[in-house]
């Protein structure tokens, strides 16, 4: 290295060289003022004396040689990735002594409270010879509590005695009882009546409702040919339930049985009428399958608010309610998707049944397998009871039948 390109290096490490266009400014060391320079390869130049003089490269083009080296050395140094900023994401704060209260004494409760439900029931009068049936209580009792305890039927005997000896049921079945009762389509009405009055202790706490629909596996399968493939094909079989939830505490406020098949959409009117006999719905949240004209009048005409998600080549030219709601789906996003999300509730009530009881059913028979999703959600219904019990303080004595 020769000395003008040791004193080049010195104003590079020293000085700050300014680049305009073509044209670099180097700033002299006398301080002075500065030097023009044009580091070209070929026709380099610099205004300072020494290279109007001799014509040779000066400090100062050396000087802005290196400087542009170690511009082009850190262009192709990898950049440190910079972390995204992390969301954090909004929680929810847990009353783990309630909580831990609710489970431990969940079983002993729930005897008691389906008991009181099962007292309701009137048993019909038999007549003529032959054995005498077990009353209809002890039967539905004895069918949800199996369904609660998720064994086999004759497994559960065991418990079922110890509710015989404690006086929830007056009479012992034997397991087969239990499978007769799951296959009696009498039994049906009883349990979605069940389901309802279930659900009455939470009026005053419930006005916001979602709705949606989830399957529940069964042990049959069935089979079609494939004209497409050219083979018999074959899946599992599935019953799905259609529910109506309230969004604070996941009680289910209504609920229809269907085959796998049933369209979601038609069934929103019937399940909001049966939630409205008994609470005051203020809003209702569900997925676009429900988006029909149908649906956002029937939801209009209770006074309620629709929080419907629209498909992507939806319209407001069928006006009416459908059209106001579209709009302010447009217009106001933001507060549309805050309610809107609300929805998701009803899945977390799907994922609390289905890890609880099982996401699958045992029945044979459609009667019967119809009856034990009806069971699973009656379970539900009395383990979110048993929880406010503790959570929020209701007094035990409310949640008695009226």
């Avoid at 511009?71 to 309630?98: F, G, H, I, N």
């Avoid at 009479?171 to 087969?176: D, I, S």
Wanted: aromatic share 10%.
């Amino acid at each position: 290295m020769c000395e003008r390109e040791q004193r080049g290096l010195a104003i590079a490490n020293s000085s700050q060289l300014k680049r305009c266009g073509f044209v670099w400014q180097v700033p002299s060391e006398s301080g002075a003022g500065k030097y023009s320079v044009s580091p070209d390869e070929q026709q380099p130049y610099c205004s300072c004396l020494d290279f109007e003089t001799h014509g040779h490269i000066c400090k100062h083009i050396y000087a802005v040689r290196i400087t542009m080296a170690r511009l082009k050395l850190a262009e192709r140094a990898p950049q440190p990735t910079v972390p995204a900023e992390r969301v954090k994401r909004k929680t929810y704060s847990q009353k783990w002594p309630e909580y831990n209260a609710a489970q431990v004494n969940e079983k002993r409760h729930f005897q008691s409270l389906l008991h009181d439900l099962c007292q309701t029931i009137v048993s019909p009068v038999q007549t003529g010879r032959g054995q005498r049936a077990i009353p209809r209580c002890d039967a539905i009792f004895s069918a949800v509590f199996k369904v609660y305890s998720t064994v086999s039927a004759r497994r559960f005997m065991t418990d079922l005695a110890t509710s015989h000896e404690d006086g929830f049921i007056s009479k012992l079945p034997c397991y087969n009882s239990i499978f007769h009762a799951l296959e009696n389509p009498e039994l049906t009405p009883i349990l979605t009546n069940l389901i309802t009055k279930s659900a009455l202790p939470m009026r005053a706490i419930e006005s916001d409702f979602a709705v949606d629909s989830s399957g529940f596996c069964t042990c049959r399968f069935y089979r079609w040919f494939d004209q497409k493939y050219g083979g018999v094909r074959q899946a599992q079989d599935w019953v799905k339930a259609h529910i109506v939830v309230g969004v604070k505490t996941h009680i289910v406020t209504a609920v229809e049985i269907h085959e796998r098949n049933t369209n979601d959409c038609p069934l929103l009117p019937s399940l909001l009428k049966t939630t409205a006999e008994d609470f005051t719905v203020r809003e209702m949240s569900a997925d676009k399958q429900y988006a029909s004209q149908t649906n956002f009048e029937a939801i209009a005409s209770y006074g309620a608010t629709a929080f419907i998600d629209f498909k992507s080549n939806a319209s407001a030219r069928s006006g009416g309610a459908y059209a106001k709601a579209f709009h302010f789906f447009s217009l106001y996003k933001e507060e549309f998707f805050q309610s809107y999300h609300k929805r998701s509730n009803v899945e977390s009530a799907f994922s609390m049944c289905k890890r609880k009881f099982g996401d699958a059913v045992r029945s044979k028979t459609d009667v019967a397998m119809k009856n034990e999703v009806l069971c699973k959600f009656l379970c539900h219904n009395i383990c979110c009871l048993i929880s406010a019990m503790y959570e929020l303080g209701i007094d035990r004595n409310l949640l008695m039948p009226q």
